[in-house]
């Protein structure tokens, strides 16, 4: 585990072998740990090591928060209760009921990602009720005996179930896919904007709700901290706008989806490699699920040019 502040740290879940490219936050408390967004039961026995290299054991993790519940993020909380029943999962009320049944979540993956749904992510298993923490906008949570304090707020726009946490003492906003990916530290940030439900102007207030807590980092599952808070807000709006606007005018096409997804694949892979080497233009590909991103952005507009809207 790599320390990134106080009482804070790291874990690269090196997800298909790949480093930087999915991340799990661990807190420390005074009576075990918490980790946020614990990633994919894939990725599960790389996050065991990662803890077990700082002396922690699945025994000692008190708290799962999850950013939301997409098998990325929040797919080994069902393994790592079952391995220790007393973990209490923190989720947005929105997303607690795929966390207790996720049945409907896995079967709409398996319809996107096919036979290599297991490789890429593993059984997401429920949660019982008992083991969920469920929050909204506002609900502080206190953590460990002596009260390690995070704040929630309500970041919809990658998902409808997004929530964001803030840590006050160390001034990190854990922001999961709120605020696109940004991989191996480069200046290049990607919005995430998968289907169903990705929404711009969402995306964009959840943002500035993040701002208003006055972060110093943020802490991005895809992958790690960002220090210049201000900049990568600014640079991740620039990119959605110019994602959107590339998307929405694909749509004046006459190609089938599939060839206009690929087109704009092309297009964002071209512009990646602009400014850095293979591995890490497949990193970002990896972590920013460009692959998925088009279609995202293709079904927000068309909702929003349907007539009678």
């Known amino acids: 585990m790599q320390p990134i502040a106080d009482r ?11 480093s930087s490219v999915i991340g799990a936050a661990v807190l420390e408390l005074d009576d075990g ?20 290299g700082s002396g922690i054991q699945v025994s000692d993790v008190r708290w799962l928060l999850v950013t939301h ?20 999962v923190v989720v947005h009320e929105r997303g607690a009921r795929h966390m207790a049944d ?11 990602f096919g036979e290599r749904m297991d490789e890429l992510w593993g059984p997401f298993l429920p949660v019982p009720g008992g083991n969920l923490h469920i929050v909204s906008d506002g609900d502080p949570i206190s953590l460990g005996n002596q009260g390690r ?32 990916a940004r991989i191996r530290d480069a200046e290049t940030i990607l919005p995430a904007t998968p289907p169903p439900d990705f929404d711009p102007d969402l995306i ?7 701002l208003e807590w006055q972060p110093e980092r943020l802490f991005l599952t895809h992958f790690g901290l960002a220090t210049d808070v201000n900049g990568h807000a600014a640079r991740h709006a620039k990119k959605l706008s110019d994602w959107s606007q590339q998307v929405r005018q694909s749509l004046q096409e006459t190609d089938s989806d599939q060839v206009l ?14 400014s850095m080497d293979e591995e890490s233009v497949l990193a970002y590909e990896q972590g920013a699920a460009t692959d998925l991103s088009w279609s995202g952005l293709a079904r927000y507009w068309r909702s929003q040019d349907s007539p009678g809207r």
Request: proline letters at 5%; one cysteine or more.
């Open 149 to 180: 304090r995070l704040e929630v707020a309500y970041t919809p726009g990658h998902a409808k179930h997004h929530v964001s946490y803030f840590d006050a003492e160390t001034r990190i906003a854990f922001v999961g896919d709120a605020a696109g």
């Open 8 to 18: 804070t740290g790291l874990v690269d879940l090196n997800h298909l072998g790949r």
């Open 261 to 274: 997804a690929g087109r704009f694949s092309e297009w964002v892979r071209a512009d990646l490699r602009d």
């Open 33 to 52: 740990v918490a980790i946020v967004d614990p990633g994919p039961s894939s990725t599960a026995p790389v996050l065991r090591a990662g803890l077990a």
């Open 102 to 112: 996720p049945s409907r979540l896995v079967a709409s993956a398996r319809r996107v």
């Open 69 to 88: 519940v997409h098998l990325d993020h929040a797919g080994a909380c069902g393994s790592l209760v079952r391995e220790n029943p007393a973990i209490r």
């Open 204 to 210: 964009q207030a959840s943002v500035e709700r993040i």
